[in-house]
């Protein structure tokens, strides 16, 4: 009789098993389901990030490049116009002492020039008493001299010059061991000043 009883109430718990297993499989389902939802939100996200920032580099690709005035091209330039100008000056000094001699008997005697010493340069250097354009880090010969200028640092209002150190605007200095004077007209922190070297 116990035994039949026991029999009896086991098949009634077996749905019941069953059941309970089900909801345990179904939740586990939903559970994993949810989760890779989850991971393709994400991947769907960074995904549309990703073509956001392939569109907007491609845009800016298609735009053309604009370019910024900082004042260098207007600068070069001026020192290009400058040392053309020199360029003509000094040939035209050196044509002139090249005609001196030829002048004709009875005339006005012309007024001396300095002699002009072959071992002192004459061409590719900076005529002395001109103003000239100058950079940083850059050498500048002076015709009919050994000094040569030898630029560093040059500031809005300065320029550093090797012997003889920063020459403010309008200020000036001597080339250690030459006779040679310095002068600054003008400095820019673009890189460029004017200067202008006398000898004695």
């Given at each position: ?10 098949d ?12 345990v499989?179904?939740a586990?389902?939903v ?8 991971k ?20 800016r ?11 260098t091209?207007a600068?070069?330039?001026a020192?290009q ?5 020199l360029?003509?000056?000094w ?18 005697a ?7 010493d ?16 100058v950079m ?8 009919q ?9 040059i ?11 920063p020459?403010?605007?309008?200020g000036f200095?001597?080339i ?6 310095v002068?600054v ?5 673009a ?10």
């Amino acid at each position: 009789m116990r035994r039949y009883r026991r029999l009896v109430l086991i098949d009634r718990l077996i749905p019941f098993l069953a059941a309970i297993v089900g909801l345990v499989a179904l939740a586990g389902a939903v559970a994993v389901q949810l989760n890779t939802d989850a991971k393709t939100n994400a991947v769907t996200g960074m995904i549309a990030e990703l073509r956001a920032s392939v569109d907007e580099l491609g845009k800016r690709a298609a735009q053309p490049a604009t370019p910024v005035d900082d004042g260098t091209a207007a600068g070069l330039l001026a020192l290009q116009d400058r040392m053309v100008k020199l360029e003509a000056e000094w040939a035209d000094r050196q044509a002139a002492t090249a005609a001196a001699p030829s002048a004709q008997p009875g005339a006005a005697a012309p007024a001396e020039t300095a002699a002009i010493d072959p071992n002192l340069p004459t061409t590719d250097c900076i005529p002395l008493g001109t103003r000239f354009m100058v950079m940083p880090g850059e050498s500048y010969p002076l015709c009919q001299s050994k000094a040569v200028v030898k630029t560093g640092a040059i500031t809005a209002d300065t320029v550093t010059i090797e012997g003889v150190g920063p020459v403010v605007e309008t200020g000036f200095g001597t080339i250690a061991g030459t006779s040679c004077t310095v002068m600054v007209f003008s400095a820019d922190e673009a890189g460029f000043a004017e200067v202008r070297v006398t000898c004695t």
